[in-house]
């Protein structure tokens, strides 16, 4: 087991309008209560619509963001006790296992430094190599995402998205992490780009036996690059479950929706779209009992009051739901 | 087949940058009629929302349409008066711009913007155009139109302002929407209404569009024809089923494969080498080719002629007589 986390919830405070004398007029409940575990060299998918949650979660568990509550287990140490007590050395041995890629490629790179100056960065920061070294391996990770030797005295605005986020892998990759968070990695790219970015991710883990959290709202590349997927809906996990055990079973009526609702390349093949009504709701004051049950098509009267447990309804499938569909419910 | 209501030939926009001329489209031609939904794909730089800025001529400086027909209803868009533009615009072509948070002016109430477009094409009196305004709000979908049409974008969600996006493009009954990625800023779920209500609403109105989109999966869903742009350029056009099925072009053989799918998990997905080239130097030839697994030394040195193929199939490529392509997606 590498990483777990447990009971993890993050609320941000709400304040009413003004600058002086603001009373604090509610909570955000982006995160609530949630718990898994990702296993070593396995990714995990974290799906949802935006507002939902995911990043919150990969922030927490980095400690970008410091938790309400909850914990984080990486290799059996509970990592947020550590990064709380904020003992430089320690928090930066995490740092070096635990690495981020954001979202957007266009922001997390600063614009005034050359590709080696990013990249050498972390060298800098962690003193994990010695300096003599330091050209060596910038130019070998270059070479490890696919970029050539002539990119690395260049500046991040000659590039485009899909070379920018390679740079960012490479940046990540400079100090030998053991875990990265992904954030919508492929979100911002052409769909062209956007394999060649998914493929090379896939070669680092099975060349480096990285372990991911693959953050989406895409289920086509979550099916194809993610081991299990946990389906989060405003703050919660409705199900979490093998790849194939989830495509082939979804048992979450949030989860056949979202499944039905992607159009298919393939104009033969027009299926039945479950359309949800409204929209999600706002996570200040979330709907009581099961949070889905203002959209949901399979609604029954205990929804709306109590709230549903996490519980194993097939074998390593996990289930939030009183009324789920039946195994093997093909929505075509 | 049902009669053209737009052609568009050899038309070619450039932008005079100071780095040099950027030909971001070269030599598209299409065709829309009437009531049909014509998809046009293709990566960000392939021209596609400058093609629909060049149609009802509102390419943002510096760039310029220096050549190509636009004929709609028998009259060369290109040809007319900027007065008798503005006549069409709103009127006879509306636009469904793709980020519905920039589009709605933040002080104007959502009743304001709508009533604008209504009384500035129609002959009707401010109260008239604001009850058809809660009529439009309502045949969109919106629930409570008589509060929602006070208020202002701020205070609504994304797809709701997609929605009033969609309505205001409807208010004066166009016959040709040109939608520039309506659904890309908005969640799956909520994209999956709005793909909905854009079909159900074609079919009520039965109002033609030109629905542009990088999204394989939209374009089989909702569109009766395809045409695939690459670099300012034309691949191919087609029937969905025939360009998704029987793909001419290599280009759109590998974008089809590059696809991630749903219902089937491969090990390695196929790519695209390289990226979309720089169009102010754009390659030699056939601009696919230096990414093109098909390529000959013809494609380097000659640029392909747009061929009809028959059946009312367009084929911008040397080889598509020889080459057989696949497709990823077939069933």
Known sequence: MELEIKDLTKHFAVYERGVILRRKIGDVHAVDRVSFQIRRNETLGLVGESGCGKTTIARCMLYLEPPSSGEVFFEGKNITEIFKRANKSQVLSLRRQMQYIFQNPYASLDPRMTVADIIMEPFEVHHHLPRDQWIDRMYELLRMVGLEDYHAERYPHEFSGGQRQRICIARALAVNPKFIAADEPVASLDVSVRAQILNLLQELQQKLGITYLYISHDLSTVRHICHRVAVMYLGKIVEIAETNELFENPLHPYTVALMSAIPLPDPKHKRHRIILPGEVPSPISPPSGCRFHTRCPRRIDICSKEEPPLIEARPGHWLACYNPWPPKHVFA | ?331
């Not at chain 2, 929407?177 to 209500?197: F, K």
Request: glycine share 6%; proline share 6%.
């Open chain 2, 1 to 331: 087949m049902s009669e053209k209501l737009l052609s568009v030939e050899g038309l070619r926009t450039y932008f005079y940058t100071y780095a040099g001329v950027v030909k971001a489209v070269d030599g598209v031609t299409l065709d829309v009629r009437k009531g049909e939904t014509l998809g046009l794909v293709g990566e960000s730089g392939s021209g596609k929302s400058v093609t629909a800025q060049s149609i009802i001529r509102v390419v943002p400086t510096p760039g310029k349409t220096v050549e190509g027909t636009i004929e709609f209803e028998g009259r060369n868009l290109l040809k007319l008066t900027e007065s008798e533009m503005q006549h069409i615009r709103g009127k006879e072509i509306a636009y469904i711009p793709q980020d519905p948070t920039t589009t709605l002016d933040p002080v104007y109430s959502v009743g304001d913007q709508l009533t604008e477009v209504i009384t500035r094409h129609q002959p009707v009196s401010k109260q008239f155009a604001r009850s058809k305004a809660v009529e439009l709000l309502r045949s969109v979908g919106i629930a409570d139109p008589e509060i929602r049409v006070n208020q202002y974008p701020h205070e609504l969600s994304g797809g709701t302002k997609q929605r009033i996006a969609i309505a205001r493009a409807l208010s004066c009954e166009p016959t040709l929407i040109l939608a520039d990625e309506p659904t890309t800023a908005l969640d799956v779920t909520i994209q999956a209404q709005i793909l909905e209500l854009l079909k159900e609403l074609k079919q009520k109105f039965n109002v033609a569009m030109v629905l542009i989109t990088h999204d394989m999966g939209i374009v089989a869903d909702t569109c009766d024809r395809v045409t695939v742009l690459y670099a300012g350029q034309v691949c191919e056009t087609g029937t969905t089923e025939q360009v998704f099925e029987n793909p001419k072009h290599p280009y759109t053989e590998a974008l089809l494969s590059s696809v991630p799918s749903l219902a089937l998990r491969k090990d390695k997905l196929s790519v695209i080498p390289g990226t979309v080239p720089n169009l102010i130097h754009p390659p030699s030839g056939c601009r696919f080719h230096p990414r093109c697994s098909y390529a000959r030394q013809i494609c380097v040195d000659k640029d392909p002629e747009l061929e009809s193929i028959g059946d009312g199939r367009l084929v911008h490529c040397h080889r598509w007589r020889e080459l057989e392509l696949t497709s990823a997606v077939a069933s």
